[in-house]
Every structure is written in structure tokens, then in C-alpha cells.
């Protein structure tokens, strides 16, 4: 017999070898009923799947994330079924469920059409209707790689061959109908279970089977299936949004970037409004920096290979790094990262225990190889701008320091409107080494959950998530979509110490090694200002504005007057362009809406007669005449305040 412990504390005891779903019956039938998939100690599990010995026990059912996972797995199969119905000859690469939806990658001679998604959609309708009992199958190697040869599977050989090298005896199939795939699961009861009308194939997309170019180019259908119709339209409106906010459309129709072919993939040319709004911040971060007891450092773009050497990139990051340059017969490399030349910088000089702590910081551009194919936008570039930071501290100083840069941190991103975040505390891995003493990974850890506590701001515990040099905080910032993206990392880094042997001299005479956290504020530049185009569409708010104002003249007579004001406001350093072009008044207005200029300014015989504009906001508001000073201490308040409205 073995016990199992159910959230509420009371513990089953049940024989071994009892499945999953006939212990949720002994809790009650209702449950089993609704029951998705189940988590045990901590994994996510079949429900068909067996228990062996004492464990905790969690049935998931409706509204929960495991269960849309769960949802989404079974819906990509139903997908796969309908393929094979209609086109036979299709072979099966993978299927996975992810964030929001599903694909499933298909080999087949013929191109799947848009008429070819309402033809599978309809089959997966009927495959829905006939609501298959799904059945998990557990077989040995040997016979799963005969059935696969016999289905002439060739991906998913190759998959099996895999598992069979990692030590796996057995593998498991799920079983729909006629339809058998290779799979670890979970997966719902039947494929009754999933609603038709909030599922949704979205797009025809080709894959690299496993993302090497060097292999064959697959079909990927990609799809989204939600527990009710509702959450579909909700997501399908989402989806409309982000279309909209897209930075890389946003970023032409503004003229604020480019990537050219002629130049290189994934190298962004900024333009001169790009670059402003990208100094904008830089000046920011400067100036936030400074008062934040930081001191600036500079490094250079590329470095001996011995370098790279002594930090690591080379043996665990090299493929990520670009060829390296021969110099005086001396390979050299363009840097990946910024952090092994602040090293060098504190390994200068010897260093006292009353310098401590040190705060260095820069923003440093670097160099990563990114396959053509995740290329995207300004999200994932080759060459960008990091805002890296290094803080060299003893062991009685960390707690202090961690809670200062994480007030930092969440001070600096919320200055750029950002309200909601998901902020996570990933621990020492649980598999391979983890280098540094497990004291240091205790007291680091501690300090990471002391610093998010007294912030008081919701966090959850990645256990495991670490990297294997150090626990970290990850903070991601919610857009205005609710989309997650990646922004600080403060991260303790126990390995450049003892790869560089950086020391400090205690007040005991001897030498002591140092704590150093990594921080990475923004991340990269490029991809931020990717996330604020898509958070604000675009219409930024007046601090951060490319252009802030723009005048315009009604007629050829007010020209001179429009260039006097704006004038007086670059003085009051305001940005502000006049529109000469011989174009009508509404037309200009709505050439500055459409460039979502937050303030439009115009000018005419009354306005020129009283030292005053008429004042019209981007969001077509109407504001009337003022005088020139008064809209200039108007638009100085909001920028100093960096106010996120415009009056």
C-alpha cells in the first residue's frame, strides 16, 4: 500500500499501481468527472498514468493553467488526426501545446492552403463530436519502434531513437480512433471534451525539423483552443490588438527604425526620431543612475579570445558567438557580453574591504548569433544594447544591496507606465553542478526573498530555475495587452569570481572573495523600446515623445511667427518641429495625428497678434488658445513629472 497526501492534508491510502483518474474516483465521482490531468509532487501527470509510491497529489480540473496545457495538447492531436484523414501520406513531426495555443509540424509533399485550415477544422469538428476515448498506451522500445516503422513515421523514429539513448526502456502512445501518436502527455478523457466553437486554426507557418536549417522544411498549422467561446473571442481580439501595435509596422509608418539587408540581418539602423526616443531613455538611465550611487563604466566591442576564454563563453557560449578576427595573429572576438571586462576593471588594482560596495554600470552594446529564422523586429536582433550592471559587494552587505536594486529596478520600470509585473525568485538547480558553496547559495537565495518581501509585491518561487552559477529574480512587465515581457534580472554570479579569482582585502588582512550580482535593468534596449512601441501603439507619452510638439501654420504668413515659437520652445528644451508644407490645416492635423504627435499647435492672425497658440492634442482634443508661456510651463511640468497623460 502507499499514501497519498491531498491538498487539503487528508492522505489516501490506495495499492500500488492504482491510476491517477481511479484514485480521483475514490474522492468522488464529480471530480474524476471534470478532471483534466493531475500534478504529482510537483509534475504534471496523466491521469491514466499509475502511482507507485507515497507522493502529493493535486487533480486539476477547469480554469486552472494546467489544464488549458492539457486542453491545447489534445486539441493539436485532434488536429494531427484530421490531417492524416485528409492527406494520408502526411507524416508527423511534433505537437506541442504552447503559450496561448498549439501547432504541429507535418511533412507532406503538397502545400497546405487556407482551403486546406477550413477542411481540417471541419474534420476536427467531426473527430470532436465523436467524442474518442483517448487511451494511453505504455510499450517497450522495441515494439513502439516497430509500430512507428510500420506507420513509416520517420520523425518520430528519430524522436524514439532519442528516448532510447537517454535510457528509456519504455515510452508512451495516446490512442483517438484509428489515430496513434508518440507522446508523453497529458491529455483530456476524450476528445469530446473540447469545445469546437473555442478552438481556432490560425495560420500555415514552415519549420526546420528541430529548428536545423540544415534539415528538412516542414508545415507547421498553428491553432488556439480556449475552455469557452468567449475566452477564444477574448484572445482573437487580443490578437487583432497586437497586429495593430505591432512596433515593427508602428516603427516604419513613425520612420523610427530599420533593419536593411543591405547592412545585415538583425542589425537596427536607428532613424533620427528612433534614435531620439532611444537617447531619451539613455538619458534617463543615466541620469536615474547617478542618483542611484552607480558609477559609469565604458568597454570595448570586441576582446582576445583568451578573455572569452578564462570566462567561459567559449567553451558554453560559442555558438552564439560570431567567427573571430584574426589580429597580429591573435583571435579576437566582437563581445557577447558585457561582464568579463567590468571584471577586469575591478581586477585592475587591489581592492579594500572599505571600498565595498562598488557599483559599476553601462550600457553596452553586444554581439549574439541568432538563427535568420527567430529573427524578429527589434525582439530578438544581433547586435544590441544592454544596460549591465555589476555590484561588488562583502557577504554583510548583500541584503541591503539587493534590496536597493530591486527598488531600483521596479522604480525605474514603472517611471515608463509600466503597473503590472510577474516577478519570479528561481533557486539552485536541482540537477548538475551548481558552482559556489552551498552556504553562499543559501544566503543569496534568502537575500533575493528578503529584498521582493519587503517590496511587498507578489512573487512566485521558480525552484530549480536558477542558472548554475547562481540564484536570481527575473521581473517581467505586463503590457497594456496583459503580454509578458522579459525586462530585470538581478542575478548572483558565483562563477566569473572564481573563474577571474577576484578578491578584496578584509579588515583581517587576508583575501576574501566577493559577492557579485548581475543586473540587467531594462535588458536589451532594443527589445524595451520594442515592448513600450507595442505598449503605447505607438502614441508615447510626452516625456518620452520623439516629437513632442508640432506647429502648424495656417497659411504661408504664419510661418515666420510658427518658427519664432518654436524657437522659444527648443529653448525651454522641448521637441518641436513646424509643418511648412503647403498642405491645408486639417490635412497637417491629421499628418500629426497619424505621427501621433501628442501635441498639435496652431497658429493663425489672432494667435500671431496675442503671443498665443491653439492647442490641439493628439487624442483630438480641442484645448483653445493659450499663450506661448503658459504652454510651455505646461509641457515642462508634464515632461519633468514624466507624466503619462497629456494635460
Known amino acids: 500500500m502507499i499514501h497519498v497526501s491531498l491538498p487539503d492534508g487528508s492522505v489516501l491510502e490506495i495499492s500500488a499501481g492504482t491510476s491517477i483518474l481511479e484514485v480521483t474516483a475514490t474522492i468522488g465521482p464529480r471530480l474524476a468527472a471534470a478532471a483534466t490531468c493531475a500534478v504529482v509532487d510537483g509534475e504534471l501527470r496523466d491521469l491514466r498514468e499509475t502511482l507507485h509510491e507515497d507522493c502529493a497529489l493535486t487533480v486539476v480540473t477547469t480554469d486552472h493553467a494546467h489544464a488549458l496545457t492539457t486542453l491545447r495538447h489534445t486539441t493539436t492531436h485532434i488536429m494531427a488526426q484530421a490531417v492524416k484523414r485528409l492527406f494520408p501520406t502526411a507524416k508527423l513531426g511534433i505537437g506541442p501545446a504552447i503559450e496561448d495555443g498549439f501547432y504541429y509540424d507535418f511533412d507532406l509533399e503538397e502545400s497546405f492552403s487556407d482551403e486546406d485550415l477550413e477542411r481540417i477544422f471541419a474534420e476536427m469538428e467531426k473527430i470532436i463530436a465523436e467524442d474518442l476515448p483517448i487511451v494511453r498506451v505504455e510499450m517497450p522500445i522495441d515494439a513502439a519502434r516497430a509500430l512507428l516503422d510500420e506507420q513509416n513515421e520517420t520523425y518520430k523514429l528519430e524522436l524514439l531513437d532519442d528516448l532510447a539513448a537517454e535510457g528509456n526502456e519504455t515510452v508512451t502512445f495516446f490512442e483517438q480512433g484509428e489515430f496513434t501518436d508518440l507522446c508523453r502527455g497529458p491529455h483530456l478523457q476524450s476528445t469530446g471534451r473540447v469545445s469546437a466553437e473555442a478552438v481556432k486554426l490560425l495560420s500555415i507557418a514552415g519549420a526546420y525539423w528541430r529548428g536545423d536549417e540544415s534539415r528538412p522544411m516542414l508545415q507547421r498549422i498553428y491553432g488556439t ?50 534614435a531620439r526616443l532611444k537617447r531619451t531613455i539613455e538619458e534617463f538611465w543615466y541620469a536615474q543612475h547617478d542618483l542611484g550611487g552607480y558609477e559609469i563604466v565604458s568597454t570595448p566591442h570586441i576582446g582576445k579570445g583568451e578573455l572569452w576564454g578564462i570566462s567561459g563563453h567559449l567553451d558554453f557560449y560559442r555558438e552564439n558567438m560570431y567567427s573571430p578576427m584574426d589580429i597580429d595573429g591573435v583571435d579576437y572576438y566582437v563581445k557577447p557580453m558585457n561582464c568579463p571586462y567590468q571584471i577586469l576593471i575591478y581586477n585592475s588594482r587591489v581592492h579594500s574591504y572599505r571600498e565595498l560596495p562598488l557599483r559599476w554600470a553601462e550600457l553596452g552594446t553586444v554581439y549574439r548569433y541568432e538563427r535568420s529564422g527567430v529573427l524578429h523586429g527589434l525582439l530578438r536582433v544581433r547586435g544590441f544594447t544592454i544596460d549591465d550592471a555589476h555590484i561588488i559587494c562583502r557577504p554583510d552587505q548583500i541584503h541591503e544591496e539587493l534590496r ?244
Open 225 to 274: 483552443a480556449w475552455e469557452k467561446r468567449k475566452d477564444l473571442e477574448s484572445y482573437l481580439w487580443r490578437l487583432e490588438e497586437a497586429a495593430k501595435r505591432d512596433h515593427r509596422r508602428i516603427g516604419k509608418d513613425l520612420d523610427l527604425f530599420s533593419i536593411q539587408e543591405a547592412g545585415g540581418a538583425g542589425l537596427v539602423c536607428w532613424h533620427p526620431k528612433g
Open 404 to 647: 536597493r536594486v530591486y527598488a531600483f529596478s521596479m522604480d525605474m520600470l514603472m517611471a515608463f507606465g509600466f503597473e503590472e509585473f510577474a516577478i519570479y525568485l528561481a533557486t539552485r538547480p536541482h540537477e548538475g553542478k551548481a558552482v559556489g558553496e552551498e552556504e553562499r547559495w543559501e544566503q543569496a537565495t534568502e537575500a533575493l526573498r528578503e529584498a521582493l518581501e519587503a517590496r511587498g509585491l507578489p512573487y512566485e518561487v521558480d525552484e530549480g530555475g536558477g542558472a548554475f552559477y547562481g540564484p536570481k529574480i527575473d521581473i517581467k512587465v505586463k503590457d497594456s495587452l496583459g503580454r509578458a515581457w522579459q525586462c530585470s534580472t538581478i542575478q548572483f554570479d558565483f562563477n566569473l569570481p572564481e573563474r577571474f579569482d577576484m578578491t578584496y582585502a578584509g579588515d583581517d588582512g587576508a583575501e576574501h572573495r566577493p559577492y557579485v550580482v548581475h543586473r540587467a535593468l531594462l535588458g536589451s534596449l532594443e527589445r524595451f523600446i520594442g515592448c513600450l512601441i507595442e505598449h503605447y501603439a505607438g502614441a508615447f507619452p510626452l516625456w518620452l515623445a520623439p516629437v513632442q510638439a508640432i506647429l502648424i501654420p495656417i497659411a504661408d504668413r504664419h510661418a515666420d511667427y510658427a518658427g519664432t515659437v518654436a524657437e522659444r520652445m527648443k529653448a525651454a528644451g522641448i521637441r518641436v518641429v513646424v509643418d511648412a508644407s503647403s498642405e491645408r490645416m486639417n490635412a497637417k492635423i491629421r499628418n500629426a495625428q497619424l505621427q501621433k504627435i501628442p501635441y498639435m499647435l496652431v497658429v493663425g492672425d489672432r494667435e500671431q497678434e496675442a503671443d498665443a497658440i491653439a492647442v490641439r492634442l493628439r487624442s483630438e482634443e480641442d484645448l483653445g488658445a493659450k499663450s506661448v508661456d503658459e504652454v510651455i510651463a505646461t509641457l515642462r511640468r508634464l515632461i519633468e513629472e514624466k507624466a503619462l497623460t497629456l494635460t
